[in-house]
């Protein structure tokens, strides 16, 4: 059974940092991975979608790594602004429905 | 639209009451699916629709909930006597092929429903 983890569950640091957030996922055997972005109480907003053939793809500010044999992505941001602060959540897909990590809640601070 | 709409985007019922969540995916989108997400919580699948049959209703929590779906367009999330454990943001989703292997899906902004 697939299981996605994300460490840290909460992160706060000073506006310009540079960050990486990270997934875990225990099934190799997947075909893409996403990585998503929800503000308090909205929707999810799609950041990056890495197919399995795929080692990264970039937006931006932000870049995703994908290294199916050790079943990791990686989500890199950039020179980190306030804005950038929300809860980002990594899924793949299962038979039906998007399996999602448990999030890393992200706070840039002015 | 050019997104996944849903309405209301709130809701505050009484407890007992029924509700319904309406999800209006993008156009030609042949999957839609459900999700809660209670406070302080991650995302929890209730069902998943590939045109207007589910073969994946196995995430609804009880007989209280129920969904349908007309053809490839709008589906409705009914939530009957509601409770104050049903209190969530209700997530839908739609994506334009049968499986997530080979696509995305695109979410709405949510409804936000508040039994009190």
């Known amino acids: 059974k697939q299981e996605v983890t994300q460490i840290p569950a909460a992160l706060s640091v000073p506006e310009g940092e540079n960050l990486v957030l990270n997934c875990s996922f225990t099934?190799?055997?997947?075909?893409?991975l996403q990585w998503f972005r929800q503000d308090p109480g909205k929707g999810l907003t799609s950041l990056l979608l890495i197919q399995s053939s795929q080692r990264e793809q970039t937006s931006g500010r932000l870049n995703a790594s994908l290294d199916k044999s050790s079943g990791r992505s990686t989500l890199y941001i950039a020179a980190s602004q306030p804005g950038d602060s929300a809860t980002y959540l990594c899924a793949v897909p299962g038979t039906y429905k998007y399996i999602f990590g448990t999030g890393t809640r992200l706070k840039v601070l002015a | 639209g050019a997104g996944v709409s849903q309405s209301p985007s709130n809701k505050v019922t009484e407890k007992g009451k029924d509700v319904e969540l309406r999800c209006d995916p993008i156009s030609g989108h042949t999957a839609l699916y459900w999700y809660r997400q209670r406070l302080g919580q991650g995302l929890e699948f209730l069902i998943y629709f590939q045109g207007n049959s589910a073969p994946d209703k196995s995430g609804l929590p009880s007989d209280r909930f129920s969904a349908e779906r007309t053809g490839e367009s709008v589906s409705t999330l009914t939530i009957q006597r509601t409770q104050q454990e049903d209190s969530a943001v209700y997530l839908c989703a739609s994506s334009p092929r049968p499986s997530l292997a080979n696509t995305e899906a695109f979410f709405g902004q949510g409804t936000r429903l508040t039994v009190v």
């Open positions: 099934d190799s055997a997947i075909y893409n």
